[in-house]
């Protein structure tokens, strides 16, 4: 019989002061059985570091044309196409030709995961953008998880201080360009 997801639910208060971002929401997450806590926890991070109106989870590996985060203006077009973990090329490339805004969040290492997409074909790829944290920080947040989660998210000058079930920790949020 097969394993389900497990849901886990986050209430969340987010401060991002550097865009001017304030807003208090809980999520349902379904974590499926082949899903780490690591890529659940970025895949958390990276709704939140984007939030903004009309952002929501995709479907997840039911639904393999989508990526983990999207965010869809009132008519429903996809305006910010957001990757976690390492995706390739390809996907990259069709997410770029349906979205304004390409970004990737991973918690593995930038550059290694950047290495595969060298010379290959990525719609706009001086727009993409990789977002990682500091070595071993999200494997220092994996620990907290639980089935029921208080999260708060504050960023300040791209650097994130996050207190999860009343765990502190903080990392700075790195930007990468291809290139």
């Known amino acids: 019989m097969a394993t389900g997801s497990t849901i886990h639910t986050f209430d969340v208060?987010?401060?991002?002061?550097?865009?001017?971002?304030?807003?208090d929401f809980s999520l349902r997450v379904a974590r499926h059985p082949s899903e780490t806590d690591a890529y659940m926890i970025t895949r958390i991070l990276a709704y939140g570091l984007e939030f903004a109106e009309g952002i929501g989870f995709s479907e997840g590996i039911s639904k393999t044309d989508e990526p983990a985060v999207l965010v869809r203006d009132?008519?429903?077009?996809?305006?910010?196409?957001?990757?976690?973990?390492?995706?390739?090329?390809e996907r990259l490339h069709y997410g770029s030709r349906l979205a304004e805004r390409t970004v990737v969040y991973t918690h593995r290492d930038p550059e290694k995961v950047m290495l595969p997409w060298a010379g290959k074909r990525i719609h706009r790829s001086e727009d993409l953008r990789v977002f990682s944290f500091d070595p071993g920080f999200i494997d220092q947040v994996t620990p907290h998880i639980e089935r029921r989660n208080?999260?708060?998210?504050t960023v300040t000058e791209?650097?994130?201080y996050l207190d999860l079930n009343g765990a502190n920790l903080t990392t700075?949020?790195?930007?990468?360009?291809l290139g």
């Open 13 to 23: 208060q987010l401060a991002d002061t550097d865009r001017g971002v304030y807003e």
């Open 74 to 89: 009132l008519t429903g077009a996809i305006t910010a196409w957001i990757e976690v973990g390492a995706p390739d090329a």
């Open 150 to 153: 208080t999260l708060t998210l």
């Open 158 to 160: 791209q650097v994130l």
């Open 172 to 177: 700075a949020i790195h930007e990468h360009e």
